[in-house]
T-cell receptor
């Protein structure tokens, strides 16, 4: 069974641009969440989607947005990129649709560098 | 809000020996789960073990086991018969009922297994 797949794996963007990252969850998984990992802030929760609806959100500015499609695939968008957005962005999926208690499985991440 | 603290930024162990990684957490919730994830150089977060707070029995997965002390809010990971492939960053994570499936991570402990 394929794991969580994220594309692209590496990308470089210029300050002020926008970026879209894609995530395909494990087959059958319906919940997708996103995390940002930086050396300074560690791992931080961005948001979670279930049944095409955002049902949980972290403390990030509105420049960070996401969506989920009917096949559970998810995209994350960051607009007006800042240097501080340089990070590893991890997508994760879980099988159950429960509000909590799900076991979370992660992808390999997308490395974003903003120059 | 809950916090997770890993007080050991780095640890090392000889191959085949046993090592224990520490984690403490602070929460006012009564229903929660605790996890250990490892992140090897590939940067993919891999689930190591999961513990339900309502279970008194400590979770075990092959060479990995936890010592869950609920009253002390302590959740340590013991790795027995350490292998070179265990070299990774290890993260302790908390999931509380009121926060849904959001994981709150500790700062991580870099474990190096020496031959």
């Amino acid at each position: 069974k394929a794991g969580v797949t994220q594309t692209p794996r590496y990308l470089i963007k210029t300050r002020g641009q926008q970026v879209t990252l894609s995530c395909s969850p494990i087959s059958g998984h319906r919940s997708v969440s996103w995390y940002q990992q930086t050396p300074g802030q560690g791992l931080q929760f961005l948001f979670e989607y279930f049944s095409e609806t955002q049902r949980n959100k972290g403390n990030f500015p509105g420049r960070f947005s996401g969506r989920q499609f009917s096949n559970s695939r998810s995209e994350m968008n960051v607009s007006t990129l800042e240097l501080g957005d340089s990070a590893l962005y991890l997508c994760a999926s879980s099988l159950w649709g429960h509000w909590w208690g799900n076991t979370i499985y992660f992808g390999e991440g997308s490395w974003l560098t903003v120059v | 809000a809950q916090t997770v603290t890993q007080s050991q930024p780095e640890m090392s162990v000889q191959e085949a020996e046993t090592v224990t990684l520490s984690c403490t957490y602070d929460t006012s919730e009564s229903n929660y789960y605790l996890f250990w994830y490892k992140q090897p150089p590939s940067r993919q977060m891999i689930l190591v073990i999961r513990q339900e707070a309502y279970k008194q029995q400590n979770a075990t997965e092959n060479r990995f086991s936890v010592n869950f002390q609920k009253a002390a809010k302590s959740f340590s990971l013991k790795i027995s018969d350490s292998q070179l492939g265990d070299t990774a960053m290890y993260f302790c994570a908390f999931m509380g009922e009121t926060s849904g499936s959001r994981l709150t991570f500790g700062e991580g402990t870099q474990l190096t297994v020496n031959p």
